[in-house]
């Protein structure tokens, strides 16, 4: 398996702009988690998903952030409008549990590198 | 929520001697424990993970300890090695989520 794909893996951007991550799972995975990774924070978690329903969306900072999962194949993150303060790494991970039991092993991206400038 | 610390945030060691990181969690609730390691450019992968109903668990030089009365639990590397350098981050879980802590950059020196 190609393990979970995320692209782009770096955007510089302007402030004010639109951006889109996009994620692709483990085939066969049924629950997808978006962190976002600074050197002051460390790995959080903005939103979690189970079977492509958003479960717990309260990490996510500001509804400038929005995240969907339209199929078991596919996911978005995206932030309008794009802030400095926004700059990090944003990692998208999957597993093979969840639903109310034990998440177990996070298989994780390499991560998208975002910079707004 | 589960909140978890993690220190130290920086430890550099000699190759050949041992690394402890060490990690409290909030909730007693939670009942999964994982520890992750991120090389550079990376992202975090599982190298060893503890249950609640375990005190200790080894995997070749990797240990882990938990102590759930008092809501530790600790990462243990012996005879340490070059590959061993990383980010390592701890973790914490009751269900569906999982909390990390800030992370741990693991040098090891020669």
């Known amino acids: ?117 | 929520g589960e909140n978890v610390e993690q220190h130290p945030s920086t430890l550099s060691v000699q190759e050949g001697d041992s690394a402890v990181i060490k990690c409290t969690y909030s909730d007693s609730a939670s009942n999964y424990f994982p520890w992750y390691k991120q090389e550079l450019g990376k992202g975090p992968q599982l190298i060893i993970d503890i249950r609640s109903n375990v005190g200790e668990k080894k995997d070749q030089r990797i240990a882990v300890t938990l102590n759930k009365t008092a809501k530790h639990f600790s990462l243990h590397i012996t005879e340490t090695q070059p590959e061993d350098s990383a980010v390592y981050f701890c973790a914490a879980s009751g269900g569906d989520k999982i909390i990390f802590g800030k992370g741990t950059r693991l040098h090891i020196l020669p």
Request: glycine fraction near 12%; include cysteine; charged fraction near 20%.
């Open chain 1, 1 to 117: 398996d190609a393990g979970v794909i995320q692209s782009p893996r770096h955007e510089v951007t302007e402030m004010g702009q639109e951006v889109t991550l996009r994620c692709k799972p483990i085939s066969g995975h049924n629950s997808l988690f978006w962190y976002r990774q600074t050197m002051m924070r460390g790995l959080e978690l903005l939103i979690y998903f189970n079977n492509n329903v958003p479960i717990d969306d309260s990490g996510m900072p500001e509804d400038r952030f929005s995240a969907k999962m339209p199929n078991a194949s596919f996911s978005t993150l995206k932030i309008q409008p794009s802030e400095p303060r926004d700059s990090a790494v944003y990692f998208c991970a999957s597993s093979l549990g969840g639903g109310g039991g034990n998440t177990g092993e996070l298989f994780f991206g390499e991560g998208s590198r975002l910079t707004v400038l």
